[in-house]
């Protein structure tokens, strides 16, 4: 193999050799995951939605004295998801203040540890180094898992309770003990998202099992380590059915789970192929290796690697595509899965495309032919060609959106990164090098780096205006525990985690109502509503770019 990788295809010469090995590729893919999951962590405010409830939800459950048992956001009952999380968030905010950096800490270390943990995964199922190495590499430069594992949501530490379940179901082929481990496993990942995502993961690991062992399924200790797992689950939704009653079941397990099935939340819908344009937009290059994955899986269905490939995309697929509800990070768990079948199948690019002093092996050319599924070079160069447009627009300073933009050296200095990889992987792939693979990872790896380093990782922000000074005026304007009244559109679960209040989406009526009948309200109100409202004896609190707080005059003024 190449001196780049020259453990790839090798044999160790002993068990020793084999797990020092091993232990030395999981901790380079841990520090590499530290590095681009923990960058700039606390550098952007939190997003709305998600990000801006799971963080208030955590900072009751700190300050609060049952909070941690029966979590509250704002004045409510907060059903939505079990706390799991949330505890882990709060720990953070009690050791290290309230801060982006503390409310993001958590998730972003627990997917940083999963890629380490997709490694170890590999080497269960693929006989050969190399293709747990480019699984985990896949992994890591995955645009998705890295901007959602790096947010203050639940959805990272799914995915590292979903491979440290895995990985402990296929270690406990060969040692029964660690299918204790795996039903704990699921328990956490019902503690975080709740019984539905629970069971879904879990028929992953079921049909796999069916398919691949299934003496594992009469084993006492996987339905032992599953009623472990599974007694705390039961135990805090029992605790909350007693608490709440019946509007604990309507709420979570109804409408927050089972009702998204058939009924889409709010304007979260799409079609069935929802998912399948997701990875396409989303999944940049890796896309372009997917199909051929999975058809080297299928062709080599009657191994365990490429068995839990199928069964994993095609349960998890199918499951999230036929619900009516759609939403980006839905897809997240099923990446593990793209992971292992496009590294699988890169590893074998990677062995065919072998230097001539070790040639390829004739039964690896009867079976699969690699070379020729391989993308046409074209396709990287005009990736190369858009990502030079690019650069030169945000270097111009041309309006975008009605604005004019400042030029963006960060985005620059992103897109020239892309731009090189993809013209010297074009320039490899056309010439049959098997180098463009490693071009690839590295230059999508050093891009997404530059990307997190930036304040562009989070580009929902730039959708509204920009929330902290807003939160700051009305922080610092306002009573503790006063309701506030707003005229935006929407509301923003962001503004009332920094600003500690409850702002309230109104519209023009209700909003006189309000200032009619209460003796001393406060709005926040964009200048034009002010003055279009002509609200009387109103007094300007305070005011931040286009916002105003205001209230009541006092009546002895």
Not at 199 to 209: C, E
Request: hydrophobic share 50%; net charge neutral.
């Amino acid at each position: 193999m190449s001196e780049i990788f020259p453990s790839l295809g090798s044999k160790p010469k002993n068990r020793w050799n084999d797990s020092f090995t091993d232990r030395l590729w999981m901790l380079a893919f841990l520090l590499a995951a530290v590095l681009i999951f923990g960058l700039n962590l606390g550098g952007v405010a939190l997003r709305d939605w998600d990000e801006g409830i799971a963080a208030q939800v955590s900072r009751e459950i700190w300050r609060g004295n049952l909070n941690w048992l029966y979590p509250t956001i704002g004045t409510m009952p907060y059903l939505n998801k079990p706390p799991l999380v949330h505890w882990l968030m709060g720990l953070c905010f009690a050791a290290g203040g309230v801060s982006e950096l503390t409310a993001r800490l958590v998730p972003a270390m627990l997917t940083a540890a999963s890629v380490p943990l997709l490694y170890a995964i590999g080497r269960e199922l693929f006989p050969q180094r190399s293709s747990s190495i480019f699984s985990a590499l896949v992994y890591l430069t995955l645009l998705p898992v890295v901007r959602h594992g790096r947010l203050a949501m639940l959805d990272g530490a799914v995915l590292f309770f979903l491979l440290a379940a895995v990985w402990c179901l296929l270690r406990s082929r060969r040692d029964l003990r660690y299918a204790l481990a795996a039903g704990i496993g699921f328990g956490l990942i019902c503690l975080t998202k709740g019984v539905m995502l629970g069971l879904l993961l879990g028929a992953i690991g079921f049909f796999f099992l069916v398919w691949d062992t299934p003496r594992l399924l009469t084993s006492g200790y996987l339905w032992g380590g599953l009623a472990i797992g599974t007694f705390p689950v039961a135990a805090w939704y029992f605790a909350q059915w007693l608490h709440y009653g019946q509007d604990f079941i309507n709420a979570n397990l109804v409408s927050q789970s089972f009702r998204r099935i058939w009924e889409p939340v709010g304007n979260h819908k799409g079609p069935p192929w929802y998912y399948l344009l997701e990875i396409l937009e989303s999944a940049w290059p890796w896309q372009l290796f997917y199909l051929q994955g999975l058809y080297f899986s299928w062709e080599n269905r009657n191994f365990p690697g490429p068995k839990l490939v199928l069964v994993w995309t095609g349960v998890y697929l199918l499951a999230i595509s036929v619900m009516n509800t759609k939403l980006p990070w839905y897809v997240l768990p099923l990446y593990p899965a793209f992971a292992l079948a496009v590294g699988s199948y890169l590893a074998e690019v990677w062995e065919q495309l072998s230097v001539p002093s070790e040639p390829v092996k004739d039964e690896a050319e009867e079976h699969f032919d690699a070379i020729s599924f391989l993308p046409h070079p074209a396709i990287l160069a005009i990736l190369a060609v858009v990502a030079v447009a690019g650069f030169l627009y945000f270097g111009s300073g041309l309006p975008l959106g009605g604005r004019n933009l400042s030029p963006q050296r960060d985005l620059q200095l992103m897109l020239m990164f892309v731009a090189l990889t993809m013209t010297l992987a074009a320039v490899l792939l056309h010439r049959k090098d098997r180098q463009f693979i490693l071009v690839l990872i590295w230059g999508t790896y050093l891009t997404l780096l530059v990307l997190v380093a930036s304040d562009n990782w989070v580009w929902e922000l730039a959708e509204d205006y920009p929330v902290k000074p807003i939160a700051e005026i009305v922080r610092t304007g306002t009573p503790a525990g006063q309701e506030v009244f707003t005229s935006h559109r929407l509301p923003r679960p962001s503004l009332n985690f920094y600003s500690n209040r409850q702002v309230i989406v109104a519209d023009g009526p209700t909003l006189k109502q309000k200032w009619q009948t209460l003796d001393r309200p406060y709005f926040l109100l964009e200048k034009p509503v002010l003055k279009h409202l002509d609200l009387p004896n109103a007094e300007i609190v305070k005011t931040a770019d286009d916002w105003v707080l205001v209230t009541k005059k006092s009546k002895g003024l």
